[in-house]
């Protein structure tokens, strides 16, 4: 697994989210540069679709609350835009599964003070949703705890 380089990183807090509240609503748009291998994360109560770009290979997060506690639920477009491909799809499934453990990575890490003030959620489950209209690829899977991806 690759390992996050904090430099690389860049946090932005936007509507009235700080480092350690909201819970709830609480949602993440984590983006990148393939061209400086940037990452970008925005922590806020809705996603920052101003920061999307057209390929669409962003990571959306959120965190949701059931009866029994709270969950992490990422979401991945593993179709991209425009009429569905499978060979594409399948490209950008692979691609998004070798580098889904450094998107988590980012994510914990730059939102580590709400972890610190929140440590119980570090053990909360993290799920990501393959979005796709083909079966094959649209699933929603079970990918650990964040305390897996602390560096």
Known sequence: MKKLNPEKLSVEFRERVTETTPILPRRYTLTHSDITAELFLTIGRNYAYDTINPMRDEVLGEWLN??????????????????????????????????????????????????????????????????????????????????????
């Open 66 to 151: 059931t009866e029994d506690g709270c969950y992490y639920q990422a979401y991945v477009f593993v179709d991209g835009t425009g009429p569905f491909n499978q060979s594409t799809a399948s490209i950008r499934n692979t691609i998004f599964r070798r580098e889904l453990p450094l998107a988590l990575q980012a994510i914990r890490y730059g939102d580590k003070q709400f972890f610190i003030h929140h440590p119980q959620l570090n053990q909360a489950p993290l799920f990501i949703h393959f979005i796709s209209v083909s079966p094959q690829f649209n699933r929603n899977e079970s990918w650990g705890t964040f305390s897996e991806y602390e560096i």
